[in-house]
Each structure stands twice: as structure tokens, then as C-alpha cells.
């Protein structure tokens, strides 16, 4: 491990048990980070990342601690096996300093009003799946502002964590099943996607080198290391509506985003199903279920089977849609994968009673990392021009997943991959009797999910300020839409099914008056992994 000494602001590398006690740094990567090279070059001292630094080594002082860890100047990147050991160890790194600052770049002053706990609230550190790690491991977490000044600590602020990361087990993770663990990770970001696995190696306690380029096969490598040391059936607990067809292990964190009540069952007495070990093969995922026909399921075509899981949500067994050949010579798929059906268990143990475990393959398909599909939308506005609406300002989540691209006959037109995307819509009104301009604002939210396309409407009652500002829009990509309401924002999602018109409605228009967008969503057309929608927008 190498710590830099904070008086000197020199590296040194220790080795096995011989390391002093030492601080540790959690912050999002920005422009101008340090490394090693700009460490030890000198040329560090020139670059903006260098007052993190300073800002962290000045804290350790304080804290009468001589040394300190940084990620960004502690680790050699051009060294693959230094980079190999540093994600393999950085969550016992963590939770083996003494005090650990979360610098929080986009924060400013105390959390005594509302604009400051909005900020703090809806912080990108919040978003970031590398910082999941770096608030479960330290015992010891204290929360800084940009000018790094104390803001908190993790114990003071364990409600208002809780509520914006969803995790109830901030101080005993441990206790949390896979699919909980995994559902904090599932609205987190990653600038590589394979990070997306590697940060979470530690949580889980699994240990396997990173491969950069595999994409998201690390994600399905890291599953398989879980399964081998966990016998947490939680871990097939996921519901993914962008697939039809699927083996029984997810293919993002973000397929666990609606698992955070799912628990384990680890009790013999609980579970529905007593069965031996499972594991991976070369004909698939070698598992003994218990089977109970099943209805029909999306998008397939033969009878369907519901297995049940040794987990639970809110007391009711769960379970999933299988699909194959009964006498065992064929291979398996996961169906309805959108949903985890409840199985009852007085009809187990009373109504089929001759139900007995029977080994099962089920197939994982191939991951493609280069393979990405896409969702076209072609959105045609020209019908508010007429009522004086224009185009604000466009926004992407992603570059690297989206953009928008050149209007053709006054359509806008946008392309995504998993992602979101919005259109600022604005005009002027005069109000009478002093002919004050005044503006109405709203937002249209576009998003993707495989082949299942989303749009709301946002409307806002800051109108004083012209149009809904940058932050608010990055707020609102990456907020998922069941979250609600905040910072003065009223929010209609609504999931439109193709062919079908709605009309949304806006409580928050200058005078009260309930204005109307009449918004019309259909499937256009589109082939393998390629789908195009159309997008209607007027005022009636």
C-alpha cells in the first residue's frame, strides 16, 4: 500500500502488516486529478486536483494522523498488476483507516437550510458506484463541503442517507441479502461499465482480476464468484423488463433496482426448497428446482413453469418463470423476467405434495460487449410553435450513450441506449395589467430501457428564472422517475404504452390555470437491435 506523508506530501510504499495508521480520501474524479506520475514529477502542484490534496493532508494534520491515502496519487495506473491489487483491496483500505473525508465538490455551507440539504441530498458523490464502497467501510465517515468545511458525519446523518441511497444497513451491511446489496448499486454510475462489477468486489468479499475490455461479462463474472462462496438465492431475485428471455443471473446491477425489501431465507424451516449446491457449467447454470405450471408468459410460446426461490419480499415467497423440456434433455430459460411471481406455499405443501427437486440447465446467454442497442425517437413539435413554444435546451445523460441529433422537418431527433435524455420547451407570456413578461417552462424526459421507451413530463413553478436550470435538469436524468417530488418540481411520469395518447396536466402555470400537453407515443418500426418511436406533442 502506498500512503503519502501529509507534512511532506511524499509517497511511500509499506508492506504486509507493517502500516502506520493513516486517513483516507472519498471524491468524485474531476477535471485534473493528480496521479502518481503528476505526484512524482512535480508537476502536480500546477494542476487543479492538487487542493484536494492539500485539502485532505490539512484534515490528517488536524487529526494528528501522519499519513494519508488518495486514489488518484496512490496508485500507479500504468501498472496493471498495482492497479489489479489496489480494486481488489480498496474496500479493506477503507475500512482499515482511521477516518475517512467524503469531499463533496458540489456542496457549499452548512446543512441548515433547504437549499444546502437539496444539495447535499442530490450530490453526484451520491451517484457514483465506486463511492458505495466508501460509505459502507469506514467506521469512521466525515462529510465536507467544497471548501472543506465539516458538513457532517454518517452517524449524524444516517436518516438522510438512508432515504437518498435507500440503504438501510448503512452500519451493518453485512446483514443485507445479495439482491439488497445489489440494489444500492443499481442507480450508480461508472465511467468504464467494467466498474460496475469491480466496485463492488469488496461488499460481497470476492476477489477476481480485472479485465478492462470485457464490458459487461465482469458483471456476470463477479455473480459467479458470489455464487461460489454464498448459497443467497437472492442473487436470481431480479426483474429486468428490457428482456424477454434470460438464464437465471442478471446482466447489470440495474436489473436489482426494484430489490431492495428482498431478503434471504435461510432458515430450513422457512425455505420452499431444500436444494444442494448449484454451479455454473458448459450446458448452463446446473440448479435443482421445484416446479408448479405456470400461466403463459410474455412474449413466449408453450407452457411455462414458476420454480420458487429460498427468498422472500415482505413475507411472501418468491419465485421464477421457467421455460423448457420436462424430461430433462433440454435447456432452460428464464420467461417473464419482468417480474419475480409470488409461489404459494399452502398450496406446496397441501395441494401437490408429490413435487420433488429435479436438476435443471438453464442456458446463460452470450454477452457481446460491443453488441448496444438503440431507441430512436423522432419527436414532432411543430404543432406548439404555434402557441408560442420553443426549444429551450437539449441534455443527455450520456454522451457515450446518447445524443441528439439534426432536426429534420421540424422534428427533433434523438438516439439511446439505456439511458435518458431531455427537451426544454419555453415561452414568453405578458401579464396584465403591467405587461410583465413572465415564462412557462417544461420538460419532456425521455428514457430507455432495452426496447421499452418512457416519457414524462416536468413542469416547474420556478418561472421567475426563465427556464429550468442545468442543475435541476442533471438532477432530474438522474433521479429515477419513481422517486416523486423535490426542490419545487412537480412530476407526471407516466409510462406510455405504444399507440396510446394521454394529456398531461400542469398545477404549477403562472395564475393556477391548469394548462394541458397532449403527448402521443407509438412504435414506428425498428429490426434486431435497433427500435424506432415517434413522439407527438400539442396543445389542445
Excluded at 17 to 40: G, K, N
Excluded at 223 to 250: C, H, K, Y
Excluded at 352 to 376: A, D, F, H, N, W
Aim: glycine share 6%.
Amino acid at each position: 500500500m502506498r500512503l503519502i506523508n501529509v507534512r511532506t506530501l511524499e509517497p511511500k510504499d509499506f508492506f504486509g502488516t507493517d502500516l502506520p495508521h493513516y486517513a483516507i480520501l472519498s471524491h468524485r474524479w474531476e477535471q485534473e486529478e493528480v496521479t502518481f506520475q503528476d505526484l512524482t514529477s512535480g508537476k502536480g502542484k500546477t494542476m487543479t486536483g492538487w487542493k484536494k490534496i492539500v485539502g485532505c493532508c490539512g484534515l490528517a494534520i488536524d487529526d494528528s494522523l501522519e499519513w494519508a491515502w488518495i486514489d488518484s496519487c496512490c496508485i500507479d495506473k500504468t501498472s496493471s498488476a498495482e492497479l489489479s491489487e489496489a480494486i481488489n483491496s480498496m474496500f479493506r483500505w477503507y475500512r482499515n483507516a482511521e477516518i475517512c473525508y467524503a469531499y463533496l465538490s458540489d456542496v457549499s455551507g452548512p446543512l441548515t437550510n433547504s437549499k444546502n440539504m437539496d444539495a447535499f441530498r442530490f450530490s453526484k458523490w451520491f451517484t457514483r458506484g465506486w463511492t458505495l464502497q466508501e460509505l459502507l467501510a469506514p467506521d469512521e465517515l466525515t462529510f465536507f463541503d467544497k471548501n472543506w468545511s465539516e458538513i457532517g458525519t454518517k452517524e449524524g446523518l444516517r436518516e438522510t442517507i438512508s432515504k437518498v441511497t435507500g440503504i438501510k444497513h448503512l452500519f451493518n451491511f453485512e446483514d443485507a441479502s445479495v439482491a439488497q446489496k445489489m440494489s444500492w448499486a443499481s442507480r450508480r454510475e461508472t465511467t468504464r461499465p467494467e466498474d460496475q462489477a469491480y466496485c463492488l468486489l469488496g461488499i460481497f468479499g470476492v476477489n477476481m482480476p480485472p479485465l478492462y475490455g470485457e464490458g459487461p461479462s465482469a458483471f456476470l463474472r463477479l455473480q459467479l464468484e458470489i455464487m461460489r462462496i454464498s448459497n443467497d438465492e437472492t442473487i436470481f431475485a431480479w426483474e429486468d423488463d428490457s428482456v424477454t428471455s434470460s438464464g437465471l443471473l442478471a446482466v447489470s446491477p440495474s436489473a436489482f433496482r426494484y430489490s431492495y425489501d428482498i431478503v434471504a431465507l435461510v432458515s430450513l424451516k422457512t425455505q420452499v426448497a431444500q436444494r444442494p449446491p448449484y454451479s455454473m457449467t458448459n450446458k448452463g447454470l446446473e440448479i435443482s428446482v421445484k416446479f408448479r405450471e405456470h400461466t403463459a408468459a410474455r412474449g413466449s410460446t408453450g407452457p411455462c413453469w414458476a420454480a420458487p426461490l429460498n427468498c422472500a419480499r415482505e413475507g411472501t415467497i418468491l419465485s421464477v418463470v421457467l421455460q423448457g423440456d420436462l424430461t430433462g434433455n433440454g435447456i432452460w430459460q428464464r420467461k417473464q423476467c419482468h417480474t419475480l411471481p409470488s409461489y404459494d406455499t399452502e398450496a406446496h405443501e397441501y395441494e401437490q405434495p408429490k413435487e420433488k427437486l429435479q436438476v435443471i440447465y438453464v442456458k446463460q446467454p452470450q454477452i457481446y460487449s460491443g453488441t448496444r442497442s438503440y431507441c430512436y425517437f423522432r419527436i414532432n413539435a411543430k404543432p406548439l410553435w404555434s402557441f408560442g413554444w420553443t426549444v429551450k435546451d437539449r441534455h443527455v445523460l450520456s454522451a457515450e450513450l446518447g445524443r441528439w441529433g439534426s432536426d429534420i422537418s421540424d422534428c427533433l431527433q434523438l438516439k439511446l441506449s439505456n439511458s435518458c435524455a431531455t427537451v426544454q420547451f419555453q415561452r414568453e407570456r405578458k401579464e396584465l395589467p403591467f405587461n410583465v413578461a413572465r415564462f412557462e417552462t417544461f420538460l419532456i424526459k425521455l428514457s430507455c430501457q432495452g426496447k421499452t421507451a418512457n416519457v414524462a413530463l416536468v413542469t416547474s413553478n420556478e418561472l421567475s428564472h426563465g427556464a429550468i436550470s442545468v442543475t435541476t435538469i442533471d438532477e432530474i436524468m438522474r433521479t429515477p422517475n419513481d422517486y416523486g417530488r423535490h426542490s419545487g418540481l412537480t412530476r407526471e411520469f407516466e409510462e406510455f404504452a405504444m399507440g396510446e395518447t394521454r394529456t398531461l396536466r400542469s398545477a404549477f402555470l403562472p395564475g393556477g390555470v391548469r394548462r394541458l400537453v397532449r403527448v402521443s407515443l407509438w412504435k414506428e418500426g425498428g429490426s434486431g437491435s435497433r427500435d424506432i418511436f415517434a413522439l407527438q406533442l400539442d396543445e389542445p
